[in-house]
């Protein structure tokens, strides 16, 4: 569906959108290189977000810009190729989302970076400040600090004596400042947390197996490689009768219990706006990075349900949409 939504919203480009800048001159054009972390179905409507609002400032794709999108499909050395193949193009601008953007970092520090989406830029060398990011990369952050400890307020108020948490993570992405963020949390409610430490998609089963009857309820750090797997994961963890809660909706969608984040369609439209500044001469270190504004609260009630939880009705009251 995502994919089918993508292309539609491409317009003009269409079928030809990786070859749009490949079939401009060299320096007719501007060039934007998008290096998607993930895949048609998990990113496709946030990038056609970024695409139409481009649009809408009039960067018409093939006419006044020229963009590149190539999609890395969650895995770290693609996305490493891919920023690399940027840089040998001299693409104008590159955006990019999470992992993808530390990739592009690493390939240059003269090319413009815009990072759609981001946990913690200056954690991992991306920024300098938020107000001053005093490099070439610029872009909005979707974890504000509080947001991990929102989560686990939202995992006590429906999951009875809620006393064990699991949280998942990919280690190969920087989530420090997250995890200790969740693992303080935990502490400060008495729960006791337990890291799964995922490097690649073979040691999700293993890991789900591993916590059977021995957990109250799974966090799953959002990424790429956690995205392409969230059907897998949901599966998992609905036979186990775990209760799980995601940071953005498309977990919830794929039959997760809950998810509370920023809305991804949302950075990733103002993802342009950097973009439009950037091509029109301004520098990204004189662009303030972006903290979200609009959260979700989305609950799956079905999967509820399956999980014998009893959903409070104030709480589904302040739920941004109840999916049954």
């Known amino acids: 569906m995502y994919r089918r939504e993508f292309i539609t ?4 480009a269409t079928a030809a959108w990786p070859l749009a800048a ?14 998607v972390a993930g895949t048609p179905e998990s990113h496709g409507k946030w990038v056609a977000a970024f695409a139409k609002r481009l649009s809408e400032l009039g960067w018409i794709d093939g006419r006044t810009v020229a963009v590149d999108y190539r999609w890395a499909e969650a895995r770290n050395e ?7 193949e940027f840089v040998r193009l001299k693409v104008d601008v590159i955006v990019s989302s999470g992992a993808g953007a530390i990739a592009a970092k690493q390939a240059t520090s003269a ?17 300098t400040s ?6 070439n990369a610029t872009g909005l952050t979707a974890q504000p600090a509080e947001l991990a400890g929102k989560r686990l307020d939202l995992l006590r108020e429906v999951v009875p004596n809620f006393r064990r948490l699991s949280i998942m993570v990919n280690v190969g992405v920087a989530f420090q400042k997250e995890l200790t963020d969740v693992q303080q949390a935990a502490s400060r409610l008495g729960v006791d947390a337990t890291v799964l430490e995922i490097r690649r998609a073979e040691e999700i089963v ?19 490689l956690m995205n392409a797997n969230r059907v897998k994961i949901n599966t998992m963890a609905l036979g186990a009768h775990i209760p799980t809660i995601f940071g953005f909706r ?10 509370y984040g920023a809305n991804f369609s949302e950075l990733f439209r103002h993802a342009a706006d950097f973009v439009d500044k950037v091509l029109r ?7 303030p990075v972006q903290q979200p504004t609009k959260f979700d609260l989305i609950i799956n009630l079905t999967t509820a349900k399956a999980l014998d939880l009893r959903i409070p009705e104030s709480f589904l009251l302040r739920a941004d949409e109840v999916i049954e």
């Not at 938020?130 to 490099?135: E, F």
């Open 206 to 224: 293993p890991a789900l197996d591993a916590i059977k009857n021995r957990t109250d309820a799974l966090y799953v750090f959002s990424e790429p």
């Open 130 to 135: 938020l107000a001053r990011p005093g490099s």
């Open 22 to 35: 490949r079939a401009q001159q060299p320096g007719k054009l501007a060039t934007v290189g998008f290096l």
């Open 78 to 84: 693609r996305m490493a190729e891919i920023a690399a």
């Open 9 to 12: 919203l491409i317009g003009g």
């Open 281 to 287: 001469g301004t520098k990204p270190a004189d662009l």
């Open 250 to 259: 498309d977990f919830v969608d794929a039959g997760g219990l809950m998810s």
């Open 111 to 127: 090319i413009p970076i815009i990072f759609a989406a981001l946990g913690d830029p200056v954690a991992v060398g991306l920024v």
